[in-house]
């Protein structure tokens, strides 16, 4: 059984770090899609960044660029999300997703249980 198990989060003060972590338990597949999205009280749900196959390209929301760095450990089949510099506004409870082409050719989605990430002073 394929699950998503999410760590890290927290509390941090403004301008520290945080790293989360979503590892892919149980699953085999041949290409993959890891999405960190963010969902804050009263607000639309966020793409955040992803990092998926071929050659583990990335991309990021705006609102993180320059901050936030995704990555994959393939080794691990795990994704970080390295959150630095973080800002009040960063606030919300982050939720990984991931999309895998299994060995049956399909593509499955899975969601993680979600992380709370708190910045305050």
């Known amino acids: 059984q394929v699950q998503l198990v999410e760590s890290g989060g927290g509390l941090a003060q403004p301008g520290g770090s945080l790293r989360l972590s979503c590892q892919t338990s149980?699953?085999?597949?041949?290409?993959?899609?890891v999405k960190w999205y963010r969902q804050a009280p009263t607000k639309q749900r966020e793409l955040v960044a992803v990092v998926g196959s071929p050659a583990f390209h990335t991309d990021y929301a705006e609102s993180v660029k320059g901050r936030f760095i995704i990555s994959w450990d393939d080794a691990k089949r795990t994704a970080y999300l390295q959150m630095n510099n973080l800002k009040v506004e960063d606030t919300a409870v982050y939720l990984c997703?991931?999309?895998?082409?299994?060995?049956?050719?399909?593509?499955?989605?899975?969601w993680g249980q979600g992380t709370q990430v708190t910045v305050s002073s």
């Open positions: 997703n991931a999309r895998l082409e299994e060995l049956d050719g399909r593509e499955y989605e899975y």
């Open positions: 149980g699953a085999t597949f041949y290409s993959f899609a």
